[in-house]
């Protein structure tokens, strides 16, 4: 993730590099930007997974099957691998860190190697620390950050409502207890993001997939502790 922050988010230079808050009348992350941040990480994981026909239909009572399994799991605590692919890459960008989720809003994401950066949503607040400085944005700033809250939150949480709001969920049954949700974009903000791909078993969520509109795709695997 460090890529993109200093290529996509790169700090304002100030004498105390402590802590800048963006905000009415101050100089502020771009929302492209804070959207490419949380790209870097998300919200993730197994196998690259192609997307569905436009025409295929989500099976609605494995759809609610599967929220309600995912809202019994209140708090998650977990290692994390991070692939990123793209053409523009001679090889994969590898990233290895920590994850931890608590019901019902807050999201943490700590890369531990190769450059320590975190990132974390805590209610309506998006943080950002990387290089001795930290970030802090509303989501409600940036609609491409909120909409991709609303994907990671809104299936950790197992929330219908916060999901809908800005994609299309489309559930299907994998072997065994294994599914996996595809989530299309519902909004011009979330078509900018591309195609989130979640599989999981029973109540844990295995991995998650973000496939962008230009073809880079960045995995997420969950280990367990």
């Known amino acids: 993730m460090s890529d993109a922050l200093t290529r996509h988010a ?4 100030a004498s105390n590099p402590a802590r800048t808050r963006y905000g009415r009348g101050r100089n502020r992350l771009s929302r492209r930007r804070i959207a490419v941040l949380l790209l870097c990480c998300a919200t993730l994981f197994a196998p690259i997974l192609h997307a569905e026909p436009p025409a295929a239909a989500s099976d609605d009572g ?7 399994r995912l809202a ?3 708090e998650l605590w977990t290692d994390f691998e991070e692939t990123r692919r793209s053409e523009l890459l001679a090889v994969p960008i590898e990233q290895r860190g920590e994850m931890r989720y608590r019901a019902p809003d807050y999201l943490e994401q700590r890369v531990l190697h190769p450059q320590p950066t975190l990132w974390q949503i805590d209610g309506d607040l998006l943080r950002m620390e990387a ?7 509303p989501l409600a700033d ?11 939150l809104g299936v950790l949480n197992g929330d219908p409502t916060r999901l809908e709001r800005s994609w299309h969920p489309v559930a299907r049954a994998e072997a065994g207890e294994t599914w996996r949700l595809t989530l299309r974009p519902g909004n011009r903000h979330t078509a900018r993001l591309g195609e989130v791909q979640v599989r999981g078993h029973d109540h844990r969520i295995i991995s998650i997939t973000i496939t962008e509109p230009g073809g880079d795709v960045r995995e997420l695997r969950m280990i367990a502790r």
């Open 142 to 152: 940036s609609p491409q950050a909120e909409a991709l809250a609303d994907a990671l």
């Open 72 to 74: 019994t799991q209140t």
């Open 10 to 13: 790169a700090p304002h230079h």
């Open 131 to 137: 290089e001795g400085r930290v970030h802090e944005l």
């Open 62 to 68: 494995l759809l609610a099957r599967i929220l309600e």
